[in-house]
């Protein structure tokens, strides 16, 4: 419902994540928080100074990184606007406010963030059909498949094939 809530969740996973390692985020809903604003850098720097934070806008169109993620990226205020995005800056300092629009300047953080592990991958699949079965969703369908996709495919045969995948999936 505001800020405070993605800080908090933020820091939960901070304190499962061993140092250094990177802390994400995925759908935040500006519109839809109380404050009705992005959070900033120093909004995620609440929840960790030791990881780098990343998380990414319900739109796809823009992240925002923490004060360690920025400084990972090398961004600062000399840091020129990349060709077709924004690195949003605070107005007074001229400094990075962490906000970062569009793929041309998403890509600068998020082209460090290591990808995510087969098991890792495993667990996202048993989390998300236990939540889809909860709601009773027993069919998912997933369209535009593309040759990039195949590891999501055998991700999911991997998964039917232990037995964590309690619904239909189709691929077009």
Known sequence: TDINDIVDGLKKMAWQTPEGQWVQGRGYDDTLLSEKRHPTRHDLDKASTEHPVWILHISGHLGVA????????KIN???PQPGGGIIQKDSR???PNGILEEDSAKRIVSSLIPPFTAAQRLNAIKWAAAEYAENGVTTVVIAGIATADQFRIIDLQAASAQGILPLRVIFM
């Open 93 to 95: 300092t001229g400094e």
């Open 77 to 79: 205020r000399a840091t």
């Open 66 to 73: 923490n004060s360690k993620a920025l400084e990972m990226a």
